[in-house]
Structure formats: C-alpha cells, structure tokens
C-alpha cells in the first residue's frame, strides 16, 4: 500500500512538472513574439513615417542631396506647395504614432551654396506662406505634427511671372528636423528651372538615387512626373513586381485611362507636378538595386 501511494506521489509530481515548463515556454514564447511586434513598429516608424512629396528622408547628419528641378511655367504667377507629414506617403492608414515637433526651413541659395541676402534683390521675390523671407533670405518655423493622427502640413511657395527667370540662377534648401529624431526631411529645389511654357514631362522614381543601391527595405515606391507641356502622357508597369495605388488613381479623376499595367494620363493643365504612389506585387526580390526599380515603370509621352 505504502508503495502504491509513493507511487502516486510521484506521478502527481511528474505531471505537475510537465505542467509548469509547458507552461514556462508558452510564455517564454509570448514575450519573445511580444518584443518582435514592438521592434517591427518602431522600425517603420524610424524609417517610413515622417515624409514629404519633395523632401528626402536622410540622417540627420547628411548635407549632400541632388538640387531638384521643379518646372513651372512664365504664363502665370507660381505657386508650389510643400507637404510635411506624419505618415507614409500617399497611404493614410499608416500615420505614426509618436508626435513629431520639427523646425521647418527654408533658405535661398546660389548654386555655390553662399546664401543669398537682402543685397541681391532676390529674396524679396519669393514668399513663404504669404511671408517674405528675412535678411538671410531664410524663412523658419516650428510646428507639431500629432502621433496617431495621419495629419499633413502645408507650405506654400509662390512669386510672380516676372520673377521666375531671375530665380533660375538658385535654389531653395529645405529642411524639416525633428527635436529627438535621427532623420530628417531635406531638398534643394530650383524652381525656375524649365521656365519656359511647355516644358516637357519627364517622371522618376524620388527613392531611386543610384542604379546600385539596396532598395529591399522600401515597401512602396513615389513615382514623380513633372512638366508643364499640354499632352497625354503613358505610364507602363510590370505588373509582376508594382501596380498603382487607387489614391494615384482618383487623384486624375477622368484625365486619367487605365489598362491592365498602364495609365494614359492628360497633363499639363492642372498642375506642374504630381506624386504617384506604387505598392510593390509578390514581395521584395533578394538582393533588388536601384536598376531594377527603374525598370519597373516605364514613362512614355503618346504620340497622337
């Protein structure tokens, strides 16, 4: 009987222990899944959800981005507005969920990088949201974008007709730093380039700066097309690997024709320059470089 019972205890004892580790792992499980789900969000946060439909995401510590061309035309006076915003470009359901308080600035510059002042006649040329620059030809501002909320800020750049040519000759830097961020938004943007009317359109991946960089941790991709000539333009896509968002879609209302992977698209008389928005199809090629996403859209003017 005496054994019977010893007998009892142990097995009462083994599947309590069997128990109690199943139990451990499944934890031990949870909390590893936990953290996984944790990294992944701040991760796109760092990475995704601070953005502009002109301004690059860089370190903070880079200085060095291509001066960006933005035509317009001389027929009318020019307004370019600039987009600051919390979430991913085109896609609201992705707003970040951090609040953001930056210094947003912009500064008139020769293409020497030598600020231009009060001297030169040109910063009174241009206004930011209605105000002039000051004597630096700097205009500067702090604003605050809401975590969990897709929100966007608006600047709008504007000058006469009559100046756009004398502004050809420099550039605006644009910088929107963020108070505790190891990024910021940055671009040069020349808007007198391309001055004269019909300037024709021409698009470009805004991600893609280099045939031989790592595009494998971008989940989506903005397509810029700009000009000023009145036409219809094509856009073709392998639809193997991108499609166009039904934002880019709606945003052309009935200027725009669509095949199975393309676009026809009448330009020219609305806007000077639009954002489109790609998502990628089939996930994300090993070892994808800045070549092959070019060779994923291909922009064509349509010869009537």
């Known amino acids: 009987m005496k054994h019977k019972a010893t007998r009892r205890i142990a097995l009462w004892l083994f599947v309590v222990s069997v128990v109690l580790l199943i139990s451990g792992t499944m934890a031990a499980y949870n909390r590893v899944e936990y953290v996984k789900r944790v990294v992944s969000t701040k991760n796109e946060t760092k990475d995704f959800l601070f953005s502009s439909n002109y301004l690059y995401l860089r370190d903070a510590s880079a200085q060095q981005v291509p001066v960006r061309m933005i035509p317009v035309s001389t027929q009318t006076d020019v307004s370019v507005t600039i987009t600051v915003c919390n979430y991913l470009q085109n896609d609201l359901t992705r707003a970040n ?36 620059l000051d004597s630096t030809g700097t205009y500067t501002t702090t604003k605050t974008l809401t975590g969990g909320t897709a929100e966007t800020h608006f600047y709008e750049i504007t000058c006469s007709q009559d100046s756009v040519e004398a502004l050809s000759g420099c550039y605006l830097q644009i910088t929107a730093t963020p108070q505790e961020n190891g990024q910021r938004l940055i671009a040069r943007l020349n808007i007198g380039s391309g001055a004269q009317s019909g300037t024709p359109w021409s698009g470009r991946f805004l991600e893609v700066t280099d045939d031989s960089q790592s595009t494998t941790e971008l989940d989506g991709f903005n ?64 070892n994808e470089t800045g070549a092959d996403v070019r060779g994923y859209v291909t922009f064509s003017k349509v010869i009537n």
């Open 97 to 132: 969920e951090e609040t953001i308080t930056y210094v947003f600035t912009a500064q008139l510059l020769d293409f020497n990088g030598n600020p231009l002042t009060a001297g030169t006649g040109l910063i009174s040329k241009l206004k930011i949201d209605n105000q002039n």
């Open 223 to 286: 397509y810029s097309i700009s000009g000023t000539e009145v036409t219809t333009i094509q856009l073709v896509w392998n639809p193997n690997r991108v499609t166009l968002s039904q934002w880019s879609i709606n945003m052309f209302g009935d200027k725009i024709t669509l095949d199975e992977n393309s676009a026809r698209i009448q330009v020219g008389e609305d806007a000077t320059n639009y954002t489109l928005q790609f998502y990628r199809v089939n996930g994300i090629p090993e």
